[in-house]
């Protein structure tokens, strides 16, 4: 059999490039076989192991990083999918090398969650349970969606609402809701939903440090109007 057609369904399964990274890692592999992981497929006449060994005997791996859609559709095999493909790996790796991790958000007062969630909150019709996942410094870790529809004590359970924090290992969650008729004056079943989280997290070791209910221009929180005490 021509080795050119062999599929890499025709190998061995310990020889197959991807079992072998996800077996011994991408150092394992050569530029040609982490290509071939990426572009999966060859071409009737050619399996994609030996255009990708093809490629760099052509091209060093910074002259392909360099070339356009163009110049990759010209190496024979390769398509305009696969050169999207190749494109698109070359990009990330740009991308890599100049990222900086954006600092985290910190939460200094019910004001910046307003600021915050504010943009996001105003157009909807119905009220949204968010909470913040802070770290000891009281910058956001986390933001989750908890609960859609108004606010229920029988139906916002804590375990809801601590889980993800507990996997983040948050030192401390903000709670908040919108009021989509605009008056965020808190009602009675809010401040009911607030105690019965504010009890379940110090069980768990995580404090609620306000819930921050945001109307239309306006907020309240329950913190400042002595419902968290």
Same mark, same amino acid.
């Given at each position: 059999?021509?080795?050119?057609?062999?599929?890499?369904?025709?190998?061995?399964?310990?020889?197959?490039?991807?079992?072998?990274?996800?077996?011994?890692?991408?150092?394992?592999?050569?530029?040609?076989?982490?290509?071939?992981?990426?572009?999966?497929?060859?071409?009737?006449?050619?399996?994609?192991?030996?255009?990708?060994?093809?490629?760099?005997?052509?091209?060093?791996?910074?002259?392909?990083?360099?070339?356009?859609?163009?110049?990759?559709?010209?190496?024979?095999?390769?398509?305009?999918?696969?050169?999207?493909?190749?494109?698109?790996?070359?990009?990330?790796?740009?991308?890599?090398?100049?990222?900086?991790?954006?600092?985290?958000?910190?939460?200094? *007062? =019910?004001?910046?969650?307003?600021?915050?969630?504010?943009? &996001? %909150?105003? #157009?909807?019709? /119905?009220?949204?349970?968010?909470?913040?996942?802070?770290?000891?410094?009281?910058?956001?870790?986390?933001?989750?969606?908890?609960?859609?529809?108004?606010?229920?004590?029988?139906?916002?359970?804590?375990?809801?609402?601590?889980?993800?924090?507990?996997?983040?290992?948050?030192?401390?969650?903000?709670?908040?809701?919108?009021?989509?008729?605009?008056?965020? *004056? =808190?009602?009675?079943?809010?401040?009911?939903?607030?105690? &019965? %989280?504010? #009890?379940?997290? /110090?069980?768990?070791?995580?404090?609620?440090?306000?819930?921050?209910?945001?109307?239309?221009?306006?907020?309240?929180?329950?913190?400042?109007?002595?419902?968290?005490?």
């Amino acid at each position: 059999m021509n080795d050119h057609k062999i599929t890499i369904q025709d190998m061995p399964m310990e020889e197959r490039p991807q079992e072998r990274l996800i077996k011994n890692g991408g150092h394992s592999l050569s530029n040609g076989e982490l290509l071939a992981v990426i572009l999966r497929t060859g071409t009737q006449k050619e399996n994609i192991i030996n255009i990708c060994s093809r490629i760099f005997s052509e091209y060093s791996l910074k002259q392909l990083s360099q070339a356009n859609i163009a110049k990759l559709t010209e190496i024979h095999g390769i398509g305009d999918a696969k050169a999207a493909q190749m494109s698109a790996v070359f990009e990330l790796a740009r991308r890599l090398e100049s990222f900086v991790e954006e600092p985290k958000r910190k939460i200094r *007062s =019910p004001g910046d969650v307003y600021s915050m969630l504010y943009p &996001k %909150l105003r #157009e909807l019709k /119905k009220e949204r349970l968010t909470t913040l996942h802070l770290n000891t410094k009281n910058e956001v870790l986390r933001e989750e969606v908890v609960s859609i529809g108004s606010l229920n004590a029988n139906i916002v359970h804590p375990r809801e609402v601590f889980r993800s924090a507990l996997m983040e290992a948050s030192a401390s969650v903000i709670l908040t809701h919108n009021h989509p008729s605009g008056d965020p *004056s =808190p009602s009675r079943e809010d401040i009911a939903v607030t105690k &019965k %989280l504010v #009890e379940g997290g /110090k069980i768990l070791g995580i404090e609620v440090l306000d819930h921050v209910i945001i109307g239309d221009g306006r907020y309240v929180s329950l913190k400042d109007e002595g419902y968290l005490d």
